[in-house]
């Protein structure tokens, strides 16, 4: 029970991670129409963040022990 | 070309798969291999959410908004990081209360109330109809355009068309049909459907696989890769805004409420309801935002492409995801990409109708029916087929709604549109629910009063105005406010503008919904009912998982009373077989067995809520059962103790444990005590035996010589003689008493210093070299001449020495006694032994001896030989400097005592360090 409770609130910090950097004013240093590898900078920032939560929510869920 | 009876079989060959899965799943269920006992398979079913709305609406916000379709699948990305409490909450309570909808939930949680399910379901149903109505207005657009195949022509108003020649008509019959064999071919108690659930992640698997098929074609195949699309997209000015957000405080603010209100909780059917197993939850948290991610990944390059490619705007940019593949004559695509589009729109029509029909028929069927007397209900026997049937109405008139909307209101707002504002009414349920079950404060009169203000303005805000834009109501009052009040614009309430529609409404709706929940629930006492299952829901991980112990009403009522009536609802076969498997769960053979108690009850009750819903179950089984209600102190001393209960079993465990321990340390303890009790009697009376005999003979000879004056002085000196001796005996015994006391207790002063062994026997030897001579007898030394010192007292070991000297003399013949010392060392210990020749120890006494006035021999007719605590003694006094004394004899053989004292002296100081303390 304790472990679980330690992966969730792993999670609620990945929640609270993504609120700040899916919102402003995070999101507008990003709001400019520049380029990174041929995609608009500010879909490759969210694609980027959208995937790294994931990454990070998959990591903590499927390595936990309980 | 692409005939309509092609796309027709197609369609319907696609179904009959989606029936096999069902129909598949089912079987399996029954059969007890769950097909979708599986984490992947739970995940899957989630995508649910991905409707047309996602399936061809997202191309078309991308296409008029840029970024502003991502808000929306964004919001369940971060909500997936709560759910790990929240959503693992509500699926426990859910489970533990047989709960069955989101208005069964609401009204479970706020005292089983018949007017908040009914409100909530209300609320439902006028929520999501529209969202309905807008799965049926994709497939049929999506069917008339792939049927104009290779032309691409935009539908005309649906309204335009005859009633019979229209697709969205039979689309609709259809999914009712489809619907109600999948959703209702019998009554369950817990309300899942396995076969529907396969199907649906079958269907989240084919939408996926069609949006990523067109999705790699426009980006791959009529363009060159993302970078070709997005290098394009610099040159028209139009298409480079969309990269990017208007950098103003009102577009971040929809930006955030948009990912706000898709974070609410919503698919309560599909995550709630349908979950096989909570540890599913875990993978779901991170495979669901990841089938959101894959299914977005090319919305944007499509949405860019469609621009891009009907650059003259006659093209819905709804359609893209059709009009595309068209446009390249990619037939086949173009026919997968429709059945993608009916995936996303059956998968939502039949889990929105089953959910909303089970709430139709639990919350607003079932409470009318069941106050309509004249319906002469209670005299039925069987009202499962009666309950079946409701729900299949309910299923096709949901579908019936939804085609009227289509058909009034379908093309008042692009698809999107229609989300949001569904999106929007369904939020309402958010705090409720999640202060329902983290809030015990929330009342039923709060809940009731932030729901109908949350409606009421949503209705005003955003339901209105969509009509009123649809032609239905005076433009007027979305212009000029109510009454011409300008303060009451619908869309600007109280001046409130900058914001968009959809924030502008959720704003306001949930400042009412939130305010007057919080507001009325303060205010207002909460009841019994309402207060017990507040904490229950509150308090569902306290508890032990499946107790049913928790009730907030006692009564029973009979078996046979409580079987027909659960019968009429569930079918007597299926409640028969529930109480029997109940029966024995209880280790009975039969269901006559079941004692009348509040458990059956309970257990009834519960099974009638998973069939017809909690506040219905709760009429209907008090209308058997003789209650008395409880009061609110007696409740919440339940639900105190219930909630300790699991924390406390477990301290219980832990203590149980530690206390058997404890027992038999204090068993082993007690035991000894007794014996050192019965020790100290026999001591007691031993000393004051001993003690007796040297005073009665002191006392009669002293009487003699006091009684007589007469006699002579011979006879006087000896009597003053054995007076004399008698005397020293009985100092001697007291001071032995006194000096074992002292050593046991602790309390003996030891002067411990380095002693020289052959000092301390050669000055014992010659301290009783007189009774040696006296007697007689014989004394050999055989002292090692290389023994180190040892750290002792040296009085006490002369002490010792002196009592083995005099006991080997004592029990020696006189003339012929032999006595040998020997001192030696060896293995890190010195060895003293006192042998003699006398007549020896039997097996029996070499062990009493050392015990406090045991003699050998009966001390109680033979004249003892000494006090009987000079061998106790002496041990203390060795075991004291850490050594041991013990004897080797054999009866008649002669007797060797000896002891060993160890080298270093550890021993010694160990013994003392704790003497000391």
Same mark, same amino acid.
């Given at each position: 029970?304790?472990?679980?409770?330690?992966?969730?609130?792993?999670?609620?910090?990945?929640?609270?991670?993504?609120?700040?950097?899916?919102?402003?004013?995070?999101?507008?240093?990003?709001n400019?129409?520049?380029?990174l590898?041929?995609?608009?900078?500010?879909?490759?920032?969210?694609?980027?963040?959208?995937?790294?939560?994931?990454?990070l929510?998959?990591?903590?869920?499927?390595?936990?022990?309980? | 070309?692409?005939?309509?009876?092609?796309?027709?079989?197609?369609?319907?060959?696609?179904?009959?798969?989606?029936?096999?899965i069902?129909?598949?799943?089912?079987?399996?269920?029954?059969?007890?291999?769950?097909?979708?006992?599986?984490?992947?398979?739970?995940?899957?079913?989630?995508?649910?959410?991905?409707?047309?709305?996602?399936?061809?609406g997202?191309?078309?916000?991308?296409a008029?908004?840029?970024?502003?379709?991502?808000?929306?699948?964004?919001?369940?990305?971060?909500?997936? &990081?709560?759910?790990?409490?929240?959503?693992?909450?509500?699926?426990?309570?859910?489970?533990?209360?047989?709960?069955?909808?989101?208005?069964?939930?609401?009204?479970?949680?706020?005292?089983?109330?018949?007017?908040?399910?009914?409100?909530?379901?209300?609320?439902?149903?006028?929520?999501?109809?529209?969202?309905?109505?807008?799965?049926?207005?994709a497939?049929?657009?999506?069917?008339?355009?792939?049927?104009?195949?290779?032309?691409?022509?935009?539908?005309?108003?649906?309204?335009?068309?005859?009633?019979?020649?229209?697709?969205?008509?039979y689309?609709?019959?259809i999914?009712?049909?489809?619907?109600?064999?999948?959703?209702?071919? #019998?009554?369950?108690?817990?309300?899942? #459907?396995? &076969?529907?659930?396969?199907?649906?992640?079958?269907?989240s698997?084919?939408?996926?696989?069609?949006?990523?098929?067109?999705?790699?074609?426009?980006?791959?195949?009529?363009f060159?890769?993302?970078?070709?699309?997005?290098?394009?997209?610099?040159?028209?000015?139009?298409?480079?805004?969309?990269?990017t957000?208007?950098?103003?405080?009102a577009?971040?603010?929809?930006?955030?409420?948009?990912?706000?209100?898709?974070?609410?909780?919503?698919?309560f059917?599909?995550?709630?309801?349908?979950?096989?197993?909570?540890?599913?939850?875990?993978?779901?948290?991170?495979?669901?935002?990841?089938?959101?991610?894959?299914?977005?990944?090319?919305?944007?390059?499509?949405?860019?492409?469609?621009l891009m490619?009907f650059p003259?705007?006659?093209?819905?940019?709804?359609?893209?995801?059709?009009?595309?593949?068209?446009?390249?004559?990619?037939?086949?695509?173009?026919?997968?990409?429709?059945?993608?589009?009916?995936?996303a729109a059956?998968?939502?029509?039949?889990?929105?109708?089953?959910?909303?029909?089970t709430?139709?028929?639990?919350?607003?069927?079932?409470?009318?029916?069941?106050?309509?007397?004249?319906?002469?209900?209670?005299?039925?026997?069987?009202?499962?087929?009666?309950?079946?049937?409701?729900?299949?109405?309910?299923?096709?008139?949901?579908?019936?709604?939804?085609?009227?909307?289509?058909?009034?209101?379908?093309?008042a707002?692009?698809?999107?549109?229609?989300?949001?504002?569904?999106?929007?009414?369904?939020?309402?349920?958010?705090?409720?629910?999640?202060g329902?079950?983290?809030?015990?404060?929330?009342?039923?009169?709060?809940?009731?009063?932030?729901?109908?203000?949350?409606?009421?303005?949503?209705t005003?805000?955003?339901?209105l105005?969509?009509?009123?834009?649809?032609?239905?109501?005076?433009?007027?009052?979305?212009?000029?406010?109510?009454?011409?009040?300008?303060?009451?614009?619908?869309? /600007?309430?109280?001046?409130?503008?900058? $914001?968009d529609?959809?924030?502008?409404?959720?704003?306001?709706?949930?400042?009412a919904?939130?305010?007057?929940?919080?507001?009325?629930?303060l205010?207002?006492?909460?009841?019994?009912?309402?207060?017990?299952?507040?904490?229950?829901?509150?308090?569902?991980?306290?508890r032990?998982?499946?107790?049913?112990?928790?009730?907030?009403?006692?009564?029973?009522?009979?078996?046979?009373?409580?079987?027909?009536?659960?019968?009429?609802?569930?079918?007597?076969?299926?409640?028969r077989?529930?109480?029997?498997?109940?029966?024995?769960?209880?280790?009975?053979?039969?269901i006559?067995?079941?004692?009348?108690?509040?458990?059956?009850?309970?257990?009834?009750?519960?099974?009638?809520?998973?069939?017809?819903?909690?506040?219905?179950?709760?009429?209907?089984?008090?209308?058997?059962?003789?209650?008395?209600?409880?009061?609110?102190?007696?409740?919440?001393?339940?639900?105190?103790?219930?909630?300790?209960?699991?924390?406390?079993?477990?301290?219980?465990?832990?203590?149980? /444990?530690?206390?058997?321990?404890?027992?038999?340390?204090?068993?082993?303890?007690?035991e000894?005590?007794?014996? $050192?009790d019965?020790?100290?009697?026999?001591?007691?009376?031993?000393v004051?035996?001993? $003690?007796?005999?040297?005073?009665?003979?002191?006392?009669?000879?002293?009487?003699?010589?006091?009684?007589?004056?007469?006699?002579? $002085?011979?006879e006087?000196?000896?009597?003053?003689?054995i007076?004399?001796?008698?005397?020293?005996?009985?100092?001697?015994?007291?001071?032995?008493?006194?000096?074992?006391?002292?050593?046991?207790?602790?309390?003996?002063?030891? #002067?411990?210093?380095?002693?020289?062994?052959?000092?301390?026997?050669?000055?014992?030897?010659?301290a009783?070299?007189?009774?040696?001579?006296?007697?007689?007898?014989?004394?050999?030394?055989?002292?090692?001449?290389n023994?180190?010192?040892?750290?002792?007292?040296?009085?006490?070991?002369?002490?010792?020495?002196?009592?083995?000297?005099?006991?080997?003399?004592k029990?020696?013949?006189?003339?012929r006694?032999?006595?040998?010392?020997?001192?030696?060392?060896?293995?890190?210990?010195?060895?003293?032994?006192?042998?003699?020749?006398?007549?020896?120890?039997?097996?029996?006494?070499?062990?009493?001896?050392?015990?406090?006035?045991?003699?050998?021999?009966?001390?109680?007719?033979?004249?003892?030989? &000494?006090? &009987?605590?000079?061998?106790?003694?002496?041990?203390?006094?060795?075991? #004291?400097?850490?050594?041991?004394?013990?004897?080797?004899?054999?009866?008649?053989?002669?007797?060797?005592f000896?002891?060993?004292?160890?080298?270093?002296?550890?021993g010694?100081?160990?013994?003392?360090?704790?003497?000391?303390?």
């Amino acid at each position: 029970m304790n472990r679980s409770i330690l992966t969730g609130q792993r999670l609620v910090a990945i929640f609270l991670l993504g609120c700040v950097m899916f919102n402003y004013p995070l999101i507008a240093l990003f709001n400019k129409p520049a380029k990174l590898l041929d995609i608009p900078l500010l879909y490759f920032y969210i694609f980027a963040v959208w995937v790294l939560l994931i990454g990070l929510m998959a990591w903590f869920i499927e390595r936990r022990e309980d | 070309m692409l005939q309509g009876w092609v796309i027709a079989s197609v369609s319907f060959a696609y179904l009959g798969v989606l029936f096999a899965i069902a129909y598949f799943g089912d079987k399996r269920a029954d059969a007890g291999r769950s097909l979708i006992d599986n984490p992947t398979i739970y995940a899957l079913s989630l995508a649910v959410y991905c409707t047309t709305w996602t399936f061809y609406g997202s191309v078309g916000r991308a296409a008029s908004t840029g970024i502003g379709f991502l808000p929306i699948y964004l919001g369940p990305t971060l909500m997936a &990081g709560l759910w790990w409490f929240v959503m693992l909450k509500i699926i426990r309570i859910s489970k533990a209360n047989r709960i069955t909808s989101i208005a069964d939930f609401v009204s479970s949680r706020y005292g089983k109330s018949q007017l908040l399910g009914g409100l909530v379901t209300v609320i439902a149903v006028i929520g999501i109809v529209p969202y309905i109505s807008l799965q049926l207005k994709a497939v049929s657009n999506s069917f008339t355009i792939l049927l104009h195949y290779p032309e691409i022509v935009m539908p005309a108003k649906a309204a335009a068309q005859p009633l019979l020649q229209d697709s969205a008509l039979y689309i609709a019959m259809i999914l009712a049909a489809f619907t109600i064999l999948f959703g209702t071919r #019998h009554l369950d108690a817990t309300e899942r #459907h396995e &076969g529907m659930v396969a199907a649906i992640a079958f269907e989240s698997v084919v939408k996926l696989l069609a949006f990523l098929a067109v999705g790699i074609f426009v980006t791959y195949g009529i363009f060159s890769g993302f970078g070709d699309i997005f290098s394009r997209v610099e040159a028209v000015p139009k298409l480079k805004s969309l990269m990017t957000v208007a950098d103003t405080g009102a577009s971040y603010g929809s930006w955030w409420s948009l990912t706000f209100l898709s974070m609410l909780p919503r698919q309560f059917q599909i995550a709630v309801v349908e979950n096989v197993n909570e540890r599913h939850l875990a993978r779901a948290i991170w495979m669901f935002p990841l089938y959101l991610l894959i299914i977005n990944i090319f919305v944007l390059p499509i949405a860019v492409g469609g621009l891009m490619h009907f650059p003259d705007g006659s093209v819905d940019a709804d359609t893209f995801v059709l009009t595309l593949p068209m446009a390249e004559r990619q037939e086949a695509l173009a026919l997968f990409v429709f059945i993608g589009g009916l995936s996303a729109a059956t998968g939502m029509v039949i889990v929105e109708t089953i959910a909303l029909s089970t709430m139709v028929c639990n919350d607003l069927a079932m409470p009318v029916l069941l106050r309509w007397k004249w319906l002469r209900l209670h005299e039925k026997q069987d009202l499962s087929g009666l309950l079946l049937s409701i729900r299949r109405w309910a299923i096709a008139l949901i579908l019936l709604l939804g085609y009227i909307y289509f058909r009034a209101a379908g093309e008042a707002y692009a698809l999107v549109g229609i989300g949001l504002i569904s999106f929007a009414a369904v939020a309402q349920f958010a705090p409720a629910i999640i202060g329902g079950i983290y809030w015990k404060g929330g009342t039923r009169q709060g809940a009731i009063s932030g729901l109908l203000a949350g409606f009421a303005v949503w209705t005003y805000t955003l339901l209105l105005p969509s009509f009123a834009k649809s032609g239905w109501l005076s433009i007027n009052f979305i212009e000029e406010g109510l009454f011409g009040v300008a303060l009451l614009k619908p869309q /600007q309430l109280f001046g409130l503008a900058g $914001l968009d529609e959809i924030s502008h409404s959720l704003f306001w709706s949930m400042l009412a919904n939130i305010g007057c929940y919080i507001v009325i629930s303060l205010r207002v006492r909460p009841t019994v009912v309402e207060t017990g299952q507040g904490t229950m829901f509150v308090d569902v991980f306290k508890r032990t998982a499946g107790a049913e112990g928790t009730r907030f009403w006692r009564g029973s009522a009979q078996v046979q009373e409580l079987l027909p009536l659960i019968g009429r609802f569930l079918g007597p076969d299926r409640a028969r077989a529930a109480f029997l498997a109940y029966a024995r769960r209880r280790g009975l053979a039969s269901i006559d067995a079941l004692e009348a108690n509040p458990d059956l009850v309970h257990f009834a009750e519960n099974l009638l809520a998973g069939a017809i819903g909690g506040a219905s179950a709760r009429v209907i089984v008090a209308s058997v059962v003789k209650e008395e209600p409880l009061g609110i102190d007696e409740v919440m001393n339940i639900l105190d103790e219930a909630s300790q209960v699991r924390a406390y079993s477990r301290q219980l465990e832990q203590k149980s /444990q530690e206390l058997e321990e404890a027992t038999s340390g204090l068993r082993a303890a007690n035991e000894r005590l007794k014996e $050192l009790d019965r020790m100290k009697d026999d001591f007691m009376s031993t000393v004051t035996h001993e $003690l007796r005999t040297p005073l009665t003979s002191i006392r009669a000879f002293s009487e003699i010589l006091l009684e007589d004056p007469k006699t002579d $002085l011979i006879e006087r000196k000896k009597f003053l003689a054995i007076i004399v001796r008698e005397a020293e005996r009985l100092t001697r015994l007291i001071n032995q008493v006194l000096d074992l006391a002292k050593i046991e207790s602790g309390n003996a002063e030891w #002067h411990t210093s380095e002693i020289d062994l052959h000092e301390v026997i050669e000055e014992s030897v010659a301290a009783t070299s007189s009774l040696f001579s006296d007697k007689h007898i014989g004394l050999n030394m055989v002292l090692s001449g290389n023994v180190p010192k040892v750290k002792a007292d040296r009085d006490r070991l002369i002490q010792v020495m002196l009592n083995l000297l005099s006991n080997a003399v004592k029990f020696c013949e006189a003339e012929r006694g032999q006595v040998t010392v020997t001192l030696s060392a060896g293995d890190g210990v010195v060895r003293v032994d006192v042998q003699d020749n006398g007549t020896g120890i039997g097996e029996a006494d070499q062990q009493t001896i050392f015990e406090k006035f045991r003699q050998v021999g009966d001390t109680m007719t033979a004249k003892p030989q &000494g006090t &009987g605590l000079g061998l106790p003694i002496s041990r203390q006094i060795i075991e #004291h400097f850490g050594g041991s004394l013990r004897v080797m004899s054999e009866l008649g053989k002669g007797a060797n005592f000896y002891f060993t004292l160890p080298l270093n002296g550890n021993g010694a100081e160990h013994r003392e360090g704790r003497t000391e303390q």
